[in-house]
């Protein structure tokens, strides 16, 4: 049976991929800061993907296991109603941090993982 992982898993897009996969019949791992999942077939990670510490933990309970997909979805919107005229580095650059660094940072540590499919 295939496995996916995917971040983001507790709501929205995160939870519809995830509870699709599962339909077809794969093994789901939903990954998300709560540690909480949309269904109870779906086997939860716990994963902040921007606090190392928590990437590490996330390598070490899946050491050794086969993961096909690695779905990147986590993801934040910071700066969600503010217009140009309200556009603060910070924001961009934290935006920037969770929806890109983080995944960079995740697939290289579950590259050995991915590679044993």
Request: net charge negative.
């Amino acid at each position: 049976m295939p496995t996916i992982l995917v971040t983001g898993a507790n709501r929205g897009i995160g939870a519809a991929l995830a509870e699709s996969y599962l339909r077809d019949g794969w093994a789901v791992i939903g990954a998300s800061r709560s540690g909480v999942v949309t269904q109870p077939e779906i086997e939860v990670l716990k994963l902040d993907v921007t606090d190392p510490g928590s990437i590490a933990a996330a390598v070490q309970q899946l050491d050794g296991r086969a993961i096909d997909i690695l779905w990147n979805n986590a993801g934040v919107y910071l700066d969600k109603g503010v217009g140009l005229d309200g556009f603060d580095d910070a924001t961009w650059l934290e935006s920037f941090a969770v929806n890109t660094v983080a995944h960079l940072r995740l697939a290289d540590a579950l590259r050995e993982n991915v590679a044993r499919s």
